[in-house]
């Protein structure tokens, strides 16, 4: 059974941090890329950050690129995302999840977290 769970949501200042976890199980990693996307009230689901297990490739949004960072560690099965210079735009349920394609697409994605909520005062 495919499960991720993400963990380290919550409410920060503007130009603040956080790290988002998830921690994945019940699926073979090394064949599949994990990515962050998020989702504002009001707003379609929207790409965020992906890494391919295998190799560790990345890619960004524009809008996080520079201030996010993607990462794996294959031992723990965990995917974070360290955020930094949060802005109150940033403000979104964030969501991990795992697909067999290196996508920005969130219809390219099989399985998904149940989300974690980011607060970004201004």
């Known amino acids: 059974q495919v499960q991720l769970v993400e963990s380290g949501g919550g409410l920060v200042q503007a130009g603040g941090s956080l790290r988002l976890s998830c921690a994945a199980s019940?699926?073979?990693?090394?064949?599949?890329?994990m990515a962050w996307f998020r989702q504002a009230p009001g707003k379609a689901r929207e790409f965020v950050a992906v890494?391919?297990?295998?190799?560790?490739?990345?890619a960004y949004a524009d809008s996080v690129k520079n201030r996010f960072t993607i990462s794996r560690d294959i031992d723990k099965n965990t995917v974070s995302l360290r955020m930094n210079s949060l802005k109150a735009e940033d403000t979104a349920v964030y969501y991990c999840?795992?697909?067999?394609?290196?996508?920005?697409?969130?219809?390219?994605?099989?399985?998904w977290g149940q989300g974690t909520q980011v607060t970004v005062s201004s």
């Open positions: 999840a795992a697909g067999p394609d290196y996508s920005r697409s969130p219809g390219q994605y099989h399985h």
């Open positions: 019940g699926f073979t990693f090394s064949n599949y890329a």
């Open positions: 890494i391919t297990w295998r190799g560790g490739v990345t």
